[in-house]
């Protein structure tokens, strides 16, 4: 299956019960637009974490109805990430949505040792990118929370983005482990990381899914350019999955894929008790809601 954009997706959904989902800092207009929107399409069922008083008179001003008993108050930015991790640890979320407060703040109280909701498996980031320039979506890691990730915690990262692919219906996502050569160099470690992976990948550690590396962006999205250098892979011009080498290069590729090129991003941490949708907190209504959108599918 390939997914072309957003509206695709959520068109392509089957019916599900409404998710149980924790709002972290709720007390943001485009926050609880997205939430609200979901909320009307039979998505979730919201608790709201945060200013108490805030969630509420926002919530008026968008002419919504809002049981007080679904808000809990917390004054603070690690308030409500701790009281918000603590919910979903006592069983009351089946996801958890960052609202106004940085993702720094929710990861710490996520990842915390006694308290957190961690499951033992490397958590990672995806960013599922709409991109105008590209023909299906992207799925971007890990940008945001592996930091300089080794072949062990590689192969965690790219299990959690192919699992989550074919959570939303992908019979086989094809994944690119990106480096700057299509050759392994001993100077360049990640290339021997890329090509472990695609041997790893053959061999079907992965489940169903295509691996290539190491490989270039350009080849990895564009068919022309692979043909031009006579690089053969199915992989190549047509990749789901671009697997970055370090949290800077994924960071730096899902923001210039973003912002400069144009595109609708939503986000995702996996490898918790239950998906964490992490949005910028500049990120339109419409972005939020997508992630919780496809945390929503997620089984």
């Given at each position: 299956m390939v997914i072309a954009g957003f509206p695709q997706l959520k068109s392509t959904l089957r019916e599900l019960p409404p998710k149980a989902a924790v709002v972290a800092a709720a007390h943001d207009e485009h926050t609880l637009q997205a939430v609200f929107a979901a909320r009307r399409d039979n998505l979730i069922r919201p608790i709201l974490v945060g200013r108490r008083e805030e969630i509420l008179s926002i919530a008026r001003r968008l002419g919504e109805d809002l049981d007080p008993d679904q808000v809990a108050d917390a004054p603070d930015d690690a308030g409500c990430a701790a009281q918000s991790v603590a919910l979903i640890r006592s069983g009351a979320g089946a996801m958890l949505i960052k609202g106004m407060l940085p993702t720094g703040t929710l990861l710490k109280a996520?990842?915390?040792?006694?308290?957190?909701?961690?499951?033992?498996?490397?958590?990672?980031?995806?960013?599922?990118?709409?991109?105008?320039?590209?023909?299906?979506?992207?799925?971007?890691?890990?940008?945001?929370?592996?930091?300089?990730?080794?072949?062990?915690?590689?192969?965690?990262?790219?299990?959690?983005?192919?699992?989550?692919?074919?959570?939303?219906?992908?019979?086989?996502?094809?994944?690119?482990?990106?480096?700057?050569?299509?050759?392994?160099?001993?100077?360049?470690?990640?290339?021997?990381?890329?090509?472990?992976?695609?041997?790893?990948?053959?061999?079907?550690?992965?489940?169903?899914?295509?691996?290539?590396?190491?490989?270039?962006?350009?080849?990895?999205?564009?068919?022309?350019?692979?043909?031009?250098?006579?690089?053969?892979?199915?992989?190549?011009?047509?990749?789901?999955?671009?697997?970055?080498?370090?949290?800077?290069?994924?960071?730096?590729?899902?923001?210039?894929?973003?912002?400069?090129?144009?595109?609708e991003m939503a986000g995702v941490v996996l490898g918790a008790r239950v998906p964490i949708t992490v949005n910028s907190r500049g990120a339109t209504a419409e972005e939020k809601y997508w992630s919780i959108l496809i945390c929503a599918a997620m089984k």
């Open positions: 996520a990842v915390h040792k006694e308290t957190g909701i961690r499951t033992g498996a490397v958590m990672s980031h995806v960013a599922i990118l709409d991109v105008p320039g590209y023909h299906k979506l992207l799925y971007v890691t890990d940008g945001g929370m592996v930091v300089a990730p080794d072949l062990e915690q590689k192969r965690h990262i790219l299990r959690n983005a192919v699992d989550f692919c074919r959570f939303l219906g992908y019979d086989c996502p094809k994944a690119a482990a990106l480096c700057a050569v299509e050759t392994v160099n001993p100077a360049m470690p990640e290339t021997a990381d890329a090509a472990a992976l695609k041997a790893e990948g053959e061999r079907g550690d992965f489940g169903p899914c295509l691996v290539e590396g190491p490989i270039a962006l350009d080849l990895a999205t564009d068919a022309e350019a692979a043909r031009i250098k006579g690089y053969r892979s199915p992989v190549a011009g047509d990749a789901d999955i671009l697997l970055a080498p370090s949290i800077a290069a994924g960071n730096l590729l899902g923001k210039s894929l973003y912002g400069l090129a144009g595109g």
